[in-house]
């Protein structure tokens, strides 16, 4: 029996969730957003069917950014190892390409090596890695971080390019494990929502997210001299709220990396980038 790609269908949960109920010790997030991602008119989702039953699954979305976002990789135990994965992969930039996206991206824990050898057989490139800490569970002070409003846009575009930090992680923000290109439009669109403060010369991206019930607490980027980049972590992490989790992105590598450390932030885990460039055909 040849397994062939189709999009999802609500029928599709059940046989699905049957085996992805046992990923990552019973605690993977996709029973939890199963619903919301197929009702999700941003984003695409697909299942991979052998002899009429749903044996696999991926999700594709398409960011502002112009880029194609690839998650949600699921095969049954059974049936790893006959290329599944790769046609689901394959399926999606076929789909990205036929709506004019050119580049293509996906992360994976650092740890997660069968999903880097499967982004190394489709052709992804690493291009960044991230380190994902959590801060101590006490209040911070205040050092009177701002929210940029539109008319310092070009100005603040300026400091997040000059940041080390946009360097070394590839240009992107990341939310919701999620990675987009910190475009002026993106960063215009942040700005309009509220979403990036400032303090001197140091930039960051704040915004709530979250998996189905799940709310999380995200400095989403950070960039600029070390000292100040501190405090306006602090600053934005400064109440201790009740969130599933709070975390702080930064590319590994970053100069303010230690002081976090050193205000008793601790990392939690670390995810790599990955990209791939469309080609013709």
Avoid at 124 to 150: C, L, T, W
Avoid at 253 to 265: A, D, K, T, V
Wanted: hydrophobic share 40%; net charge positive; charged share 30%.
């Amino acid at each position: 029996m040849e397994p062939k790609v189709r999009p999802a269908r609500k029928v599709d949960k059940p046989p699905l969730m049957s085996f992805i109920k046992d990923v990552w010790g019973g605690h993977d997030y996709i029973p939890e957003v199963w619903d919301e991602w197929l009702k999700d008119k941003e984003g695409k989702m697909f299942v991979v069917v052998v002899g009429g039953v749903p044996v696999g699954m991926n999700r594709l979305t398409f960011l502002d950014d112009g880029s194609a976002w690839f998650q949600g990789v699921r095969v049954h135990p059974d049936y790893r190892g006959r290329g599944l994965a790769t046609m689901l992969g394959e399926n999606s930039m076929r789909i990205a390409r036929e709506n004019g996206i050119r580049l293509f991206r996906l992360t994976t824990a650092s740890r997660n090596y069968a999903s880097r050898r499967q982004s190394a057989r489709m052709e992804f490139k690493e291009v960044a890695r991230f380190s994902i800490y959590e801060p101590p569970n006490r209040k911070f002070e205040d050092f009177g971080a701002e929210k940029v409003s539109s008319k310092d846009l070009d100005a603040t575009m300026q400091l997040i390019r000059a940041s080390k930090e946009f360097k070394l992680g590839s240009g992107v923000y990341w939310h919701n494990f999620g990675a987009s290109s910190l475009t002026r439009g993106v960063v215009g669109s942040l700005v309009s929502e509220g979403s990036v403060r400032r303090l001197g010369e140091a930039v960051a991206v704040v915004k709530p997210g979250g998996e189905g019930k799940e709310v999380w607490e995200q400095v989403c980027f950070v960039g600029g001299p070390v000292k100040e980049a501190v405090q306006l972590v602090k600053s934005s992490v400064r109440r201790v709220k009740r969130a599933e989790a709070r975390w702080v992105f930064v590319p590994k590598w970053s100069p303010i990396i230690p002081g976090l450390r050193n205000e008793g932030f601790r990392r939690e885990f670390s995810q790599i980038l990955f990209e791939r460039k469309a080609t013709n055909g």
